[in-house]
């Protein structure tokens, strides 16, 4: 399995932006489609974006609504998530998870990162 670090998470008034990445080691990064995913206290886990691992394939949640962007640069093994207008119900711990391919669970996660933004 392929390890992963989350990182710039923090705190933010609502309308801001935060960037946040998520670092693999232990296998080929490019190997694997990555996702972000999140959960907000009492509440489950919900799917927030996907990439392929050509790149060349992006999804994302509903609630997204053009505001956050997945993208990924194999050359440093990280998968980014830039977030704009943010809102406080954006707040929740954020996930990076890894999948073999499409026809994989995302079987490899990350510690989370806390998000937390403030009205």
């Known amino acids: 399995q392929v390890q992963l670090v989350e990182s710039g998470g923090g705190m933010v008034q609502a309308g801001g932006s935060l960037r946040l990445s998520c670092t693999a080691s232990g296998r080929t990064f490019s190997y694997y489609d990555m996702g972000w995913f999140r959960q907000a206290p009492g509440k489950e886990r919900e799917f927030v974006a996907r990439?392929?691992?050509?790149?060349?394939?992006?999804a994302y949640g509903d609630f997204v609504k053009g505001r956050f962007t997945i993208s990924r640069d194999d050359a440093k093994n990280t998968v980014y998530l830039q977030m704009n207008s943010l809102k406080p119900e954006d707040t929740a711990v954020y996930y990076c998870?890894?999948?073999?391919?499409?026809?994989?669970?995302?079987?490899?996660w990350g510690q989370g990162t806390q998000v937390t933004v403030s009205s």
């Open positions: 990439i392929t691992r050509s790149g060349s394939s992006t």
């Open positions: 998870a890894a999948r073999a391919g499409a026809y994989s669970p995302f079987g490899s």
